[in-house]
């Protein structure tokens, strides 16, 4: 009987946090609406995971540091990325825009990208690439809301991984700040601009090079909770409607389109039209009979991930060669996220299978 080939390592090499390169004005806060409090521990951890594969040389420490000098910078444009959710005594939530940083980690894994790509069971797999750590509820505001994991295969080729709370940002944010950020970092690395004081904190991995070499800690890739693969997403257009309403008739639309049953319960987050001005509504334990589903009649559109942009995310001047999109609902609830885009809505309904 052959032996099962042992699973290859992930070598966690460097745990950083990305901060912003200038001071967030004081008591700037964003808004988290809860239709019925207490908002449950599991919503808290209802986020999307995006891996971008990109071929080439592997990718040298100094780009590891240039992605996180890069990153402080987008995040002066962007501070709720780097903050932190806080709860109130009454039950209700905000984003507490206070500097405290995007948790930035560097890896490298024991296979090639062409191997990883071609594996059966990837979908599992990628969550060792694109880290999260749930965020407390007892704690919230020690918690980082986005990670963000900068992969190096064996043999070339490199992978980004991001994850973020959709409580912090919906998809359609979080694509705007990561093309925002690879914009900065094609930039900064254009025009040599990393700032010098922030590189003393570095000089010893350039004086002493055998320190890149330690390991925080490893661990085989399937041993990452496969948190997410037991749930598709589809994703809608809509030119008008009530969000509510359109959160049913998604949800109806995908279960019968993934041949699944329709979930018994799901949360909804509908965005805001203006984030620096609006709040995101949460809804949970939702029922798609329960909604209101007068004036549901605005048709339906089928959308792609393709169309955030996201393929277009050049780094080191190349396109990601793959990009993997995938909304963890935690659970046996389903999740729709209701997005304002333009004159309409772009959404996203999660079924578990």
């Not at 099962?4 to 990305?18: F, L, R």
């Not at 780009?63 to 806080?86: D, N, Q, T, Y």
């Not at 900064?188 to 090079?209: C, D, I, L, N, S």
């Amino acid at each position: 009987m052959a032996a099962t080939p042992a699973s290859p390592q992930v070598h966690i090499e460097s745990v950083q946090t990305g901060l912003p390169t200038r001071v967030v004005e004081p008591d700037r806060t964003r808004v988290i609406a809860v239709a019925a409090p207490p908002l449950p521990a599991t919503a808290l951890q209802r986020r999307l995971r995006a891996v971008f594969y990109y071929r080439g040389d592997d990718a040298p420490l100094e780009e590891g540091i240039l992605v996180k000098e890069s990153l402080g910078e987008v995040l002066c444009f962007f501070p709720e990325m780097a903050g932190r959710l806080r709860r109130h005594a009454d039950g209700s939530w905000e984003v507490k825009l206070n500097d405290a940083g995007v948790r930035f980690q560097q890896a490298t894994v024991e296979v090639t990208m062409e191997d990883f790509l071609a594996d059966k069971e990837r979908a599992r797999k990628e969550a060792a690439l694109a880290p999260w750590v749930d965020v407390s509820a007892e704690d919230p505001d020690m918690c980082s809301l986005l990670f963000m994991q900068l992969n190096r295969f064996q043999g070339g080729g490199y992978a980004i991984g991001v994850s973020c709370t959709v409580l912090l940002s919906d998809p359609l944010s979080l694509a705007r700040f990561l093309r925002a950020w690879a914009r900065t970092h094609a930039e900064m690395k254009e025009q040599g601009k990393v700032a010098p004081t922030p590189m003393m904190q570095y000089m010893a991995y350039f004086q002493r090079p055998e320190i890149c070499c330690k390991r925080i800690r490893s661990f085989p890739v399937h041993s990452v909770a496969a948190d997410g693969v037991h749930a598709q997403t589809v994703l809608f257009r809509a030119a008008a409607g009530d969000p509510r309403a359109l959160a049913a008739a998604c949800i109806d639309r995908a279960s019968e389109e993934l041949g699944a049953d329709r979930p018994s319960r799901f949360t909804l987050v509908v965005a805001p039209g203006d984030p620096a001005r609006g709040a995101t509504t949460v809804e949970t334990s939702v029922t798609a009979d329960g909604l209101k589903k007068g004036g549901a009649g605005h048709a339906l559109e089928a959308a792609e991930w393709g169309e955030l942009g996201l393929e277009e995310l050049t780094i080191r001047d190349v396109k990601p060669v793959h990009v993997s999109y995938r909304i963890v609902s935690g659970g046996d609830e389903g999740l729709v996220v209701v997005m304002p885009d333009g004159d309409g809505f772009l959404i996203t309904a999660t079924v578990p299978k």
